[in-house]
T-cell receptor, first 114, second 111 residues
Framework: KQEVTQIPAALSVPEGENLVLNCSFT??????LQWFRQDPGKGLTSLLL?????REQTSGRLNASLDKSSGRSTLYIAASQPGDSATYLC?????????????FGQGTILTVHP | KAGVTQTPRYLIKTRGQQVTLSCSPI?????VSWYQQTPGQGLQFLFE???????NKGNFPGRFSGRQFSNSRSEMNVSTLELGDSALYLC??????????FGQGTRLTVV
């Protein structure tokens, strides 16, 4: 059974800091790993998708890495801003009969204060 | 390109009633998945539909059901509502193993 863990559960940083969010998964047999952002009471916004054959993906101030062999991914946020405050979730897609079944971590609640 | 659309956004129902939620996927996406999000359990997979067939089902009671239409729109139904069914219900659409896109969710409150 795939389990996904995110550390830390919550993080509070001053504006301008660079920060790293961690995600670990127990089964390295994955199709891909996706990072999402969720604002309170809202849906999920996809940030980055890393296919199993890739090592990292970048979008603006965000960089996500994937190490399948160790079952880890990190999301790096550069020069954090108050607008980055949200819950960040990672999810993995495993091979199987379904392409729609993502397994999520519990998320990291990020607060960036001015 | 329109995103994933879920309706309604908010619902208040009484215990014992039933409810139907709707999800319109991104055009061209044939896979539609449903998730339940609660503060205690996080995001849990309900089921996935592809080309009108249920491909996978999570560990939820039979009161939770769904279907998908020929235009890929999907509905999920919850019968005999319980207080514990109060949650944010999220729908996602995707193509194969590519990026999953989520809707804004339906907030269901059971009183």
């Amino acid at each position: 059974k795939q389990e996904v863990t995110q550390i830390p559960a919550a993080l509070s940083v001053p504006e301008g800091e660079n920060l790293v969010l961690n995600c670990s998964f127990t089964d390295s047999a994955i199709y891909n790993l996706q990072w999402f952002r969720q604002d309170p009471g809202k849906g999920l916004t996809s940030l980055l998708l890393i296919q199993s054959s890739q090592r990292e993906q970048t979008s603006g101030r965000l960089n996500a890495s994937l190490d399948k062999s160790s079952g880890r991914s990190t999301l790096y946020i550069a020069a954090s801003q108050p607008g980055d405050s949200a819950t960040y979730l990672c999810a993995v897609l495993r091979p199987g009969t379904s392409y729609g079944k993502l397994t999520f971590g519990q998320g990291t609640i990020l607060t960036v204060h001015p | 390109k329109a995103g994933v659309t879920q309706t309604p956004r908010y619902l208040i129902k009484t215990r014992g009633q039933q409810v139907t939620l709707s999800c319109s996927p991104i055009s061209g996406h044939r896979s539609v998945s449903w998730y339940q999000q609660t503060p205690g359990q996080g995001l849990q997979f309900l089921f996935e539909y592809f080309s009108e067939t249920q491909r996978n089902k999570g560990n939820f009671p039979g009161r939770f059901s769904g279907r998908q239409f020929s235009n890929s729109r999907s509905e999920m139904n919850v019968s005999t509502l319980e207080l514990g069914d109060s949650a944010l219900y999220l729908c996602a659409s995707s193509i194969s193993t590519q990026e999953a896109f989520f809707g804004q969710g339906t907030r269901l409150t059971v009183v």
